[in-house]
């Protein structure tokens, strides 16, 4: 089955620009997603299809994808960025989400 | 306002069974992709299943064979039947509203809190 790779961590520092990868064969022919999930929280999606952002997510959260690495990128990040990032794919009839990734904001 | 309020989650002993509930308003459960994905403590996102708007299934490996997700479209509302219950199975489940495009992708813009299961003896 398909599988995303993502860092365990990321830490950015506060005004600065964080980027969170996701790797997997040939991802840039997938429609890929990422989701927000905040301690205690359920998941918030923040970018659908690759680059688009839903209603109400900042312009300052971006997303990217090409050959086997997709990207979601944080701009000025902010204290109340820190939480875990997931990537998502639908694959084969089943959903598959990466590992996840922890940003923390110094 | 679109919402989804999971309920029916608790402790239940290994090899026990449970059924999750997932009231919808706001929209209609029967015209979108409706999907479970669980959280084990501590850990990342797991898919587990999803019913089409066309009323298909299909389930992750690791649940296949004991799960089965439907639907009540009289009531708006998504289930998830949990049998043969393992100590893995131990997470929050949220239910979650799918977008499906024809290309052969589904993301999931509305969540509902979750509700935890535990299989425990």
């Known amino acids: 089955s398909y599988e995303l790779t993502q860092p365990r961590s990321v830490s950015v520092a506060l005004g600065q620009t964080a980027r969170i990868t996701c790797g997997g064969n040939n991802i840039g022919s997938k429609n890929l997603h990422w989701y927000q999930q905040k301690p205690g929280q359920a998941p918030v999606l923040v970018i659908y299809?690759?680059?688009n952002r839903p209603s109400g997510i900042p312009e300052r959260f971006s997303g990217s994808n090409s050959g086997n690495t997709a990207t979601l990128t944080i701009s000025r990040a902010q204290a109340g960025d820190e939480a875990d990032y997931y990537c998502?794919?639908?694959?084969?009839?089943?959903?598959?989400f990466g590992r996840g990734t922890k940003v923390t904001v110094l | 306002e679109l919402q989804l309020v999971e309920s029916g989650g608790g402790l239940v002993q290994p090899g026990g069974s449970l059924r999750l509930s997932c009231a919808a308003s706001?929209?209609?459960?029967?015209?979108?992709?409706m999907s479970w994905v669980r959280q084990a403590p501590g850990k990342g996102l797991e898919w587990v299943s999803v019913i089409s708007s066309g009323g298909s299934t299909y389930y992750a490996d690791s649940v296949k064979g004991r799960f089965t997700i439907s639907r009540d479209n009289s009531k708006n509302t998504l289930y998830l039947q949990m049998n043969s219950l393992r100590a893995e199975d131990t997470a929050v489940y949220y239910c979650a509203r799918g977008l499906y495009y024809a290309d052969s992708d589904c993301y999931f813009d509305y969540w509902g809190q979750g509700t935890l299961v535990t299989v425990s003896s």
């Open positions: 706001g929209f209609s459960v029967r015209s979108n992709y």
């Open positions: 299809r690759g680059t």
């Open positions: 998502q794919v639908w694959d084969s009839s089943t959903g598959i």
